[in-house]
């Protein structure tokens, strides 16, 4: 069940190093839910998170989410605690605001540094699985889970593949000029679209000179220039006929 978990995490990695260009080592910015949970579900994040993404991981939070973990109470000193030992990234606004306004700032609107998001808050996973490329982690019984790529992450990544298609496409066509000209002319679209089609088959059986007009014109042609060859050998041959009948008469009177 276990290595089953790790591979479908590792799956869904794979799919963001490849789109998102997620890489190693992880950062996961982790909320004041998610340490809650952690500790509820006795989840040691920083032993089990690396297991479980199979890589280096850089466990993150910002201000926002620790005061407001302090401002909560002694209901969750113990998550306060968690989080106090993760690396504080430098919020991206000013002022202080609730942990997950604070969050979806640092995320911005394309995730540029690759964060991964750790929390039980359903509402702030919910906005954030409207913007590509964000992995997402939450707490289910006892269990680290790294949600599938949400929707629009998926169409996100279609289009970055057709976008690298198109210009890859475009990139082989620079390469090779004479692609245009390797297109099939007229005559030989002509010619594919007639042979499939068994109509035109037994139209053309019928026909005593299969070669169509294009042909014939060509056969024609040739044609004409051989009989001219031919005239003009006749025409020589003649002259020399002619000549040699004369002189022979020539000889003839002479003689008599
Ligand atoms: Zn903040």
């Known amino acids: 069940m276990k290595i089953k978990r790790n591979k479908q995490a590792k799956k869904i990695l794979t799919f963001y190093k490849r789109n998102f260009g997620l890489r190693e080592p992880f950062q996961v910015i982790v909320d004041g839910t998610f340490s809650q949970a952690a500790l509820v579900g006795k989840i040691l994040i920083k032993e089990q998170l690396p297991k479980y993404l199979g890589g280096e991981v850089q466990l993150v939070t910002t201000r926002c989410v620790i005061s407001e973990l302090s401002s909560l109470g002694n209901k969750l000193s113990g998550a306060m605690h968690i989080a106090r030992r993760f690396k504080l990234r430098k919020c991206t606004h000013s002022g202080t605001l609730p ?29 954030l699985r409207h913007l590509p490329g964000v992995p997402l982690m939450h707490i289910i019984r006892n269990t680290i889970v790294l949600e599938k790529p949400s929707d629009s992450t998926l169409d996100k990544a279609e289009d970055l593949t057709q976008s690298k298609m198109d210009s890859s496409s475009q990139v082989l066509d620079r390469l090779t000029p004479t692609s245009e000209q390797t297109k099939p002319t007229v005559r030989q679209r002509k010619k594919i679209t007639k042979g499939p089609n068994p109509l035109s088959v037994k139209k053309s ?46 000889v003839r009177t002479q003689n008599s």
């Not at 929390?119 to 919910?126: A, G, I, P, V």
């Not at 024609?220 to 002259?239: N, P």
């Open 99 to 127: 942990a997950a306004d604070c969050i979806l700032a640092l995320i911005g609107s394309d995730n540029p540094h690759h964060y991964l998001v750790a929390s039980q808050d359903q509402d702030m996973r919910r906005k």
């Open 205 to 250: 059986k019928k026909k005593p000179a299969g070669s169509g007009a294009v042909g014939g014109g060509l056969v024609s042609k040739s044609k004409k220039k051989r009989q001219r060859i031919q005239r003009k050998k006749a025409l020589e041959i003649l002259a020399q006929v002619v000549k040699s009948t004369n002189s022979q008469e020539l």
